[in-house]
C-alpha cells in the first residue's frame, strides 16, 4: 500500500516568486485600465469617481487652424447629459480667423446650456483668447500672456528678386483687386486701401464678440484693442479675466458651478493624435479652400 505525499501549492513552495508574479499581474491589469480610459478619452481625480458625473476638458493647443475636431467634441459634450460643466484648457498664441469664430460660437453655445470655465495655461492671445472669452469664468495665471485683440495679415512679394535674374512676371485678373496680395506684383496703393479695409472689419469683428461675451462696454474693449499683449495679471485689472489661479482652482470652481461633489471623471478632448496622412490631407483642404491669393494669411496672432 503506497501513501503519497500531500500535494503543496505553487504559492506555498514558492511564496517570493509568486508574490512577484501577483505584483506584475496587477500592474498589468491596471496599466491596462489606464489604457483603456484614455483610449477612451477618460481620465479621472481618482478611481473612486468611475460612475459620478463628468466634466468634459477641451483641450486648445498650438496654433488654430482648423476647428472641426474642436467644434465636434464640444457638442458632443453638449449634448452628453451626463457631463455638467466643461473645462476649456487653452495654451494658444492665435491662428485662422474663421477657425477661432467657429470655436467662439461652439463655446458661447454650450455655455447657455453648461458651465464653462476657462484656464489659461502659458499662452491665451489672441485667437487663443478669442475663442475661449465666453466662457462663464475665466482664469489665469499671473505670469499667463493673453490678449493681443487684434488683425495681422503677412505676405512676400518677390518682384525684385525676379528682376534681377531677368524675369518680368505677367498677372492677369480681372478687376483691380483680385490679385492683391500676389507675390508677384507689389500692391498697389488703392489694394493696400482695401485690404487695411478687409483687415479693419474683421478687427471690428473680434471687438464686438469680446465685447459681447464679456459684458463690456465696447469703447473700453476697443481702447485696448491695439494688439498689444498683457499678464494674467494685467488682464484682470483690464476686464479681460475673472480669476487669477491654476488649472486646479478653474476645476474646483467649475465643480461649484455645475453642482458637483467629490471626485469626477473628466473627459478630455479632442483626440490629439492623427495619422501623418490625415494631418496632410487636413493642411491640403486648408490650402486649397481659401479664398485669398497664394502669400496671403490673416490671422488672430
Not at 105 to 111: I, Q, S
Not at 172 to 178: A, D, E, P, Q
Request: proline residues 4%; hydrophobic residues 45%; aromatic residues 6%.
Amino acid at each position: 500500500m503506497r501513501v503519497e505525499g500531500t500535494r503543496t501549492r505553487f504559492s506555498q513552495r514558492h511564496p517570493l516568486l509568486f508574490g512577484v508574479m501577483m505584483i506584475i499581474l496587477a500592474v498589468a491589469l491596471f496599466s491596462g485600465a489606464m489604457a483603456f480610459f484614455r483610449f477612451m478619452g477618460w481620465t479621472t481625480e481618482g478611481l473612486s469617481g468611475l460612475g459620478k458625473d463628468k466634466i468634459g476638458v477641451v483641450n486648445v493647443e498650438g496654433m488654430i487652424l482648423d476647428s472641426e475636431d474642436m467644434v465636434d467634441w464640444i457638442r458632443e459634450l453638449e449634448v452628453n447629459e451626463s457631463v455638467k460643466g466643461v473645462l476649456l484648457r487653452v495654451n494658444s498664441p492665435g491662428g485662422a480667423i474663421a477657425p477661432s469664430q467657429e470655436i467662439y460660437a461652439a463655446v458661447r453655445a454650450l455655455n447657455d446650456v453648461k458651465p464653462v470655465v476657462a484656464s489659461y495655461g502659458s499662452l491665451a492671445a489672441s485667437g487663443g483668447y478669442y475663442c475661449s472669452c465666453p466662457a462663464e469664468l475665466i482664469y489665469a495665471n499671473p505670469g499667463t500672456v493673453t490678449a493681443s485683440i487684434g488683425v495681422m495679415a503677412e505676405f512676400v512679394t518677390v518682384t525684385e528678386a525676379l528682376q534681377k535674374l531677368g524675369i518680368k512676371p505677367e498677372v492677369l485678373t480681372t478687376g483691380k483687386y483680385k490679385a492683391a496680395g500676389t507675390p508677384m506684383r507689389e500692391l498697389s496703393d488703392e489694394q493696400r486701401e482695401q485690404m487695411q479695409g478687409l483687415m479693419q472689419d474683421l478687427h471690428e469683428q473680434f471687438v464686438d464678440h469680446v465685447a459681447e461675451a464679456r459684458g463690456m462696454d465696447r469703447n473700453r474693449v476697443a481702447a485696448i484693442a491695439d494688439g498689444r499683449a498683457v499678464s494674467g495679471r494685467q488682464a484682470l485689472t483690464l476686464g479681460l479675466i475673472d480669476r487669477l489661479g491654476t488649472r486646479v482652482d478653474a476645476v474646483k470652481a467649475l465643480k461649484e458651478l455645475a453642482g458637483i461633489q467629490g471626485k469626477a471623471v473628466l473627459l478630455e478632448g479632442p483626440e490629439k493624435d492623427r495619422p501623418f496622412i490625415q494631418q496632410l490631407l487636413g493642411a491640403i483642404k486648408i490650402d486649397i479652400t481659401s479664398a485669398l491669393p497664394d502669400g496671403w494669411s490673416f490671422s488672430y496672432k
